[in-house]
C-alpha cells in the first residue's frame, strides 16, 4: 500500500483554469503538507495542516486553497492558473507537529499551457 | 531566514568511492537535519534524521554527522553503487517545529 498517494500524476491545462490535487495518507499521521518544487529543483513549503487546522501558510497567492476534510486527506485547489504555476507539487506527511520523519508523494507535475 | 546551502551541486563518481555530501545551514537554532533521497520522477525519501541533541545517525552504508555550533552537516556514504545515484537533499527545522528548509541538493551520478 502506497503510504502517501497523491492525484494526479501528470496534470496538463489551459491558463485561466481551476484544478485540483488530491492527497491521501494511510500512515495515521496528524500532519500534512504541500510542497512546491521549481524548475531549479528547489523545495519550498506551501502549506501545514495538523489535525484539519491550518499551522503553516506560506507567501502563496490566494489563488491557493488547501482543504483537510479529514487528517488524512490533505486537497490542493489552484484557481485561475498562471504559467508561473508550473512546477511538481509534493504532498507529505509527518507524525506531529515537530516534523518528524516526513513521508512524501510521488509528486504531481503541473504544466500550464 | 534561514538558509540552506548543499556543495557540490553536481558530484560524479566511479563505482566503490566513498564520498561526502556537505549542508550548511546560516541558523544554528535548529530542531533537527534531515538528509532525503529524491530519484527522477519520484518523491522525497527520508534517510536519516538527526536531533539537535544528536552529532551523528547511521544507516547502512549511509552515516550523517551534525555540528549545530557551526552550521554544518555531512553526509558519508560508503562504497557507493550505481543504486546510490540519485539528488540527496538536507533540510533542517527550525526550533519551533513549524519550518522545514530544504537545500538545493546534490546531484550524485555513480559509475559503474
Known amino acids: 500500500d502506497t503510504a502517501v498517494s497523491q492525484t494526479p500524476k501528470y496534470l496538463v491545462t489551459q491558463m485561466g483554469n481551476d484544478k485540483s490535487i488530491k492527497c491521501e495518507q494511510n500512515l495515521g499521521h496528524d500532519t500534512m503538507y504541500w510542497y512546491k518544487q521549481d524548475s531549479k529543483k ?4 506551501m502549506f501545514s495542516y495538523n489535525n484539519k487546522e491550518l499551522i503553516i501558510n506560506e507567501t502563496v497567492p490566494n489563488r491557493f486553497s488547501p482543504k483537510s476534510p479529514d ?24 507524525l506531529g507537529t515537530a516534523y518528524e520523519k516526513l513521508f512524501f508523494g510521488s509528486g504531481t507535475q503541473l504544466s500550464v499551457l | 531566514k ?12 566511479p563505482e566503490g568511492e566513498n564520498l ?26 527520508s534517510l536519516l534524521l538527526i536531533q539537535s541533541s544528536q552529532r551523528e545517525q547511521t544507516s547502512g552504508r549511509l552515516n550523517a554527522s551534525l555540528d549545530k555550533s557551526s552550521g554544518r552537516s555531512t553526509l558519508y556514504i560508503a562504497a557507493s553503487q550505481p543504486g546510490d545515484s540519485a539528488t540527496y537533499l538536507c533540510a533542517v527545522t527550525e526550533t519551533s517545529g513549524s519550518r522545514l528548509t530544504f537545500g538545493e541538493g546534490t546531484q550524485l551520478t555513480v559509475n559503474p
Do not use: M
Open chain 2, 2 to 13: 534561514q538558509e540552506v546551502t548543499q556543495i557540490p551541486a553536481a558530484l560524479s563518481v
Open chain 1, 71 to 94: 487528517k488524512a486527506h490533505l486537497n490542493l485547489h489552484i484557481n485561475s492558473l498562471e504559467l508561473g504555476d508550473s512546477a511538481v507539487y509534493f504532498c507529505a506527511s509527518s
Open chain 1, 42 to 45: 528547489f523545495l519550498k513549503i
Open chain 2, 20 to 45: 561526502v555530501l556537505n549542508c550548511s545551514f546560516t541558523d544554528s537554532a535548529i530542531y533537527n537535519l534531515q538528509w532525503f533521497r529524491q530519484d527522477p520522477g519520484k518523491g522525497l525519501t
